[in-house]
């Protein structure tokens, strides 16, 4: 049996260090120089197994992230209105008080958590959130999903059994791929790990591909294809419905390899029949003929992708814009086979099952108050406020947040604004004092992203290619590690004292992995003895451990002895620059778990829905109506990535796009203020007039709003803009996923005088 691998970093000298950038889903792989505590370069690692050099202005500020001098060093307790520091055992003592105190007046219901997405960037997260949950003794929790990808989540979970069971777009092989609401030259994507991403869009045009982009704006991915069609906002279900009443109705559309998968294709085309493209044309605001020619063209590539994200998700029916996307594929013989969809197989998943599973299923609880369904766990985060402030049994008193700004990421930011200032107290685990965490009685502040290891659970589970990268820490934490900070919260939740230490969490997560495993038939330590491997990984640092068993009884593991050549967390450390796990395969029937062990092509749930998008084709549109919809750039990933300066530099971002027509006709100038109001609120933003965005619709940047009291950005701060959010509705979501409408608002735009 080998020695447990050194994962720690050397601290002395000139170091170079070869990471896994955190800071997106890209994964990019970064090249880190280092001198004493300092860092000195980070540029892009060309020996990087999936990246290759490539890398984006976000990473080459990992540096300026652990230096930023408004990042949180110590906890904070708020006294008097102000946060001061103290001592851990302080911070945590006061959370045992105080929820003690909570618990016993309003009960373990009046709880509740709010998680950010950064917890799935890293191994904490991953591993060492689910106690803190478990400690609230509470089911409200909220999360950032429900604005960003639950209905990608919910179409898969109906479709394949698992909602974390996800195909991506095979990018490297595929010859026609169509984009809708992605802007992954920007956003590096999404759902969908792919470095460089711009990259291989390029290689798929070079190798003869096409790529056809649907968007409102001409983005700078837009500019890459060879055909853009700019869409009224939240119609891209509408399109992708047409697409296949033309498949049907052309008799392009084929049951050929599914019939032995699949349930529902005979339903399929009755389903459709509404949406002939004439049908459909006013309101996505795109040609009968051009959605006649998508159509074809799907079906006449050698192979094809269609691929949606934020801009076809966050809409009122996101969860059918999801699933049509995947469904267009498997009826066009482009699912689960090379240059198609298909499912990645990462280092850390567990065995594919045989045969039917447990089936995807939502409300299993509901809200209190709008009653709400759960989906995965979790209820609407639009719910939010009202959850707050509405009294009653149950209502929410005390919430714990873990890495999430959801006062600008949440709908009816003004709402949510006040709720957060009614709680009678509040815990936040983050790095900064910004709009959320402003309102925490404790702040609890994790090290910063190179003062702990990395790999990437979540991101490798979606990539384009299999493959595994592990990274270890660069400088020694200066304070507790972070898997201490969330085992310590969840004691001080559950009324434990500082003197029970948090390698009892640790040593119970661990063993639970184990033994899980080896009572597990399927496992490839199956009936060994949970001691016996408990020792193989011993002397691990607790994320390292827990990562090591998934590893080494995963599909490529060493099996603890049972294959020489099998990877390892040790076989990762020895291999700086990642290991290539080789293209993607095919995997159905093995990664189905619905009940039926089938593809379900017409789930119950969508075809019930698609009642609510047939009623919509007949919506009147006013021709001065407008929309607005969010955008990303390549220097901005979500709210705290606005605090360092090289990312800021140059002109204001937070501007209002608006078309030249749509600012002739309302009397508007560029660089003016103009105020943008919504049924939600209003905000005052500057005016950029381009012909980069459709007429009738209007665009604002996500994340920003940095001007609140008691936040301590300093640079975000230098130029705040304005929260989108304060024009988004907590009453408008897709009923499937309960994911907040953050695309196609309606709203109105005047010019303000001087």
Known sequence: MSSAPDTRASTTGERTFYRTCPLCEATCGVEIKVEGDQVKQIRGDDDDVMSGGFICPKGTTLGALHEDPDRLRAPLIKRDGKHVEVSWDEAFAFIAKRTAEIREKFGDESFAAYLGNPNVHNMAGAFFVRPVLQALRSRTIFSASTVDQMPRHVSCGLMYGNPDTIPV??????????????NPVESNGSLCTAPDFPGRLKKLRQRGGTLVVVDPRTTRTAKLADRHLAIRPGTDAHLLLSITHVLFEEDLASSDGLDDVANGYAELQAAVSAFAPAAVATVTGIEADAIRTLAREIAAADSASVYGRMGA????????ASWAADMICAITGNFDRPGGLMFPYAAPARPRREGPGRGFSVGRWNSRVRLAPEVRGELPVATMAEEIETEGQG??????????????????ADRLEKALSSLA???????????TTRHADVVLPPPSVLERSHFDLSFTSLAVRNFANYSPIVFEPTSISEPDILARLALALNGAGNDVKPSVVHDMLLRGLIEREVASERSVISGRDPNEISAAVADLPPSEAMLDVMLRTGPYGDGFGKNADGL???KLVANPHGIDLGALEPGVPQVISTASGLIELLPTAIADDIARLRADLSKEISPSSMQLIGRRTVRSNNSWMHNVGSLMKGRDRCTLQIHPDDATRLGLENG??????SRAGSVEVPLEITTEIRAGVVSLPHGYGHDQPGSALAVAAAKPGVNS???????RLDPLSGNATLNGIPVTVEALAG
């Open 395 to 412: 209502q929410i008193r005390a919430l714990v947040t873990i890495a999430g700004n959801p006062a600008l990421s949440a709908p009816n």
């Open 568 to 570: 390892s967390l040790e």
């Open 725 to 731: 959010n304060r024009l988004t509705e907590d009453g």
């Open 672 to 677: 003016s203020r103009a105020k943008v109001t």
């Open 425 to 435: 107290f509040m815990v936040s685990v983050d790095p900064y004092l910004n709009e």
């Open 169 to 182: 777009p095979d990018i490297d092989r595929t010859q026609y791929m169509l984009m809708l609401g992605a």
């Open 313 to 320: 998700h966050t809409t009122e029916f996101g969860t059918l």
